[in-house]
């Protein structure tokens, strides 16, 4: 895990171009971009660029990674996001290891901190955690000298989807400064708004959060925010607006009368988009709930770049795998 | 996903030995037999032929792929499919990714079609897909430019394991045109059973149904079968007989009376084969019922092939894989 | 699967440093410690410490066994163990597959031997079997040409955890002959203990097994074990002490009366580390019950080696997937 020089950067070339202005990675993890600086997030996104060509060709693999190993280790499942993070690692020509937690040792009673050293001890080089609790990804780069990514922490941060949302946005807008971005449906339970919150202030741009009030309290005011609870008003302005799934489960709980006054109120149709800007761009983290919180001609519309995060989603994960392991190790070994 | 040159192909020499008259294999996807000609059957045996080599190797890759990736997407779970068709593709050095649709968004109610589109936009080349339903791997191919690969649709077709067994009827039997090819068993269930009849009788065999009254009926005529339910019967003159796996849900519904009656009346026994040709080929598409539709000691005899059909497997699904890379997308991008 | 030359070996020079003495290793499978030679087992150990450095590298991958196929056939559930395996083959640059015996047609009722030689077929190299009924892996070779390594048959042996057990005492402690080992817990139901046992007695280790009556009984001492259920005056003149993980469904049954019980008279904590041997070596194969068989404190004391027993998991798995791959095939093909 020694620190690599540039030139060993498989398109060294491609990054000059976009000027990366001497700028030298040293974060060895990534737990969220609350921490994050403006610079660092612009660097991750530069890099990122670099990464999107190779994805594009017939050999879709750098040899960035070689005998590295990128260990995926998820509390809960996701099969989208881990296969996204096992293809961009393999992109990368690391060796990807699933260490599927419900059916692991962990079951037998083994502690978090005695899991991530067994595996640290078999010569691994990246976690990629996933794990219902805030904060267990910092927690656990205490216990081991690999590299950490957080793949969703609880209800805290998803820091690689705030970065898909927020480069998508600069690719389709060449811009984040300025820009008003509306966030739609159940933030309080969301680490995706939480971590797009946090990059979308760094880099300029306003957020609003827009939902039922029950989902989207006052208090993330002081996070930054501005709330309503009157989408309409909110998309009048708005450059962007990002939906986020509806859980099916909550559905069914007080927090809202019925999916239809769901959709009624907050479901992004076409004919509430008539009152917007020709060019607002329409983002959902996915997967889709086609008909409630977004219409399915919307989803499918000219709009939309939902596929297009997708494919981000590659170059931004190539990107911070590669980063991180540029910048040696967190603790003394 | 460009076209490659013929000089690329792991073992040219090998290929022009074999003489393919200048043959150019366009077609991007392997949907079922019916629709493939003579020509292009012939075409993947002679590149299967080609493959052969490489699993007897103590080095078994060939570069062919490299960088490539084949996302496996079982709606039914079939361990010993899906690792055949892994096998087959890291022969080839394609990266591979299990998609298991059970444990995955599919579960959360997202649709096929978005599923595709999804993996789609990660930056795969192959789709290995198996389903219940008849049809599904046409309708992703109206999804996705990505190349589709039918790994077994409901009741429709099987197209590998029908070449694959034809591929080891030509193999044994030196040709395919004049054979007697007896198929027993639950035809009427069996997607086996319709790739085999449409595969085989283009290549000119004569293909025969033999099963109880509930699992063959008549209308398997107009497919171009003969219908019988004496097994003794179809089997004199049989060079080939092909026992497929009864199920055992179905023994115990009404279709017929209990597995001794099955066993007496459609089970391959050392005591039937002796009415039979010396030279009688006798191939399943396993797993094997010991027992119930194949007598242990048949399965394991001196005219079982039923091993050397899943070597001939890896081979079948290695051309497969190497064909449809070479066609180039269905539709423009 | 032919015979490869010494100059193939990645380390050559480090192992000619070790001096193998002109040994030739000829043992196609590992099937247990009971069968091996003192000169296997040092043969085995010296492939291990040439191996052992390239799991510090950051390009964590060598050569040697590059297009050969590992199969991980586990019929019990472990996670750690087969990822370890797992790891070992990627670091030799083989191709890895995971047939979950749970979810394969195993359930459909197959034989092992239609399983293993169904498998065999798709052209594979080495089986890594788990099962639980002791002499499966044994049975297995019967069924096939390809290299068989048992990963833990039953009650019977876990010849690599054993291995991984006496090379850390080794590396510890310079030499085994003449060490008193202390192994603790339930040994009667321990494949880890009896491997242990055949191991560290061909090497001149005095070996004592500890527990109550119900889980050591006397009859070990016909296999060449010591057998005392005083856990203090076992550990007064100890070298090194293996504390084995105690089940926790057997807590629930009649061979103890409590866990307050068994940690009373048999684990191992700071105050019954008193009137030991200050440089008294503490193993745990894992997962550990902290504050059953070991206080936590302990384990993570200065004379546990447990996390050095997890990296030289790796190397001693390398070693012994490199060595039966040199060996040849078991039976004429």
Not at 58 to 69: F, Q, Y
Not at 182 to 211: C, E, M, P, Q, Y
Not at 256 to 270: A, C, I
Not at 302 to 315: C, E, F
Request: hydrophobic content about 40%; overall charge positive; aromatic content about 6%.
């Amino acid at each position: 895990m020694t620190r690599k020089t540039a030139s060993q950067h498989p398109s060294a070339s491609a990054r000059q171009a976009g000027g990366d202005g001497g700028f030298t990675w040293t974060r060895p993890h990534l737990l969220g971009l609350e921490d994050l600086s403006k610079e660092e997030i612009l660097h991750i996104f530069r890099t990122a660029e670099s990464f999107q060509e190779i994805s594009t060709r017939s050999i879709k693999k750098v040899p960035a990674l070689r005998g590295r190993v990128v260990v995926n280790l998820f509390f809960e499942d996701s099969t989208r996001t881990r296969t996204s993070f096992s293809l961009a690692a393999q992109r990368l020509s690391a060796d990807v290891i699933d260490f599927a937690a419900a059916r692991s040792s962990v079951t037998k009673g083994e502690s978090l901190r005695d899991t991530v050293r067994n595996i640290e001890a078999m010569g691994v080089d990246v976690f990629v955690i996933r794990h219902p609790a805030g904060g267990a990804p910092h927690y656990i780069t205490r216990c081991t000298n690999c590299h950490v990514i957080n793949a969703g922490d609880g209800q805290h941060e998803h820091p690689t989807q705030g970065l898909i949302d927020i480069f998508t946005i600069r690719e389709r807008k060449g811009r984040i400064e300025g820009l008003n971005v509306v966030i739609v449906g159940d933030i309080s339970h969301s680490r995706v708004a939480r971590s797009n919150l946090w990059g979308l202030n760094k880099l300029g741009a306003n957020v609003t959060f827009v939902g039922p009030t029950t989902l989207v309290p006052r208090a993330f005011q002081e996070m930054g925010a501005k709330v309503t609870h009157d989408l309409d008003a909110a998309l009048k302005d708005a450059d962007v607006v990002n939906m986020l799934r509806i859980q099916r489960e909550r559905m069914t709980s007080q927090v809202f009368p019925s999916t239809e006054e769901y959709v009624r109120l907050f479901g992004l149709t076409r004919e509430r988009l008539k009152g917007t800007r020709p060019d607002l761009l329409i983002l959902h983290p996915g997967p889709i709930n086609r008909g409630v919180e977004l219409a399915s001609d919307v989803a499918d519309g000219p709009n939309s770049s939902i596929l297009r995060q997708v494919s981000n989603g590659l170059a931004i994960r190539m990107a911070v795998l590669y980063l991180v392991n540029q910048a040696g190790t967190a603790m003394p070994a």
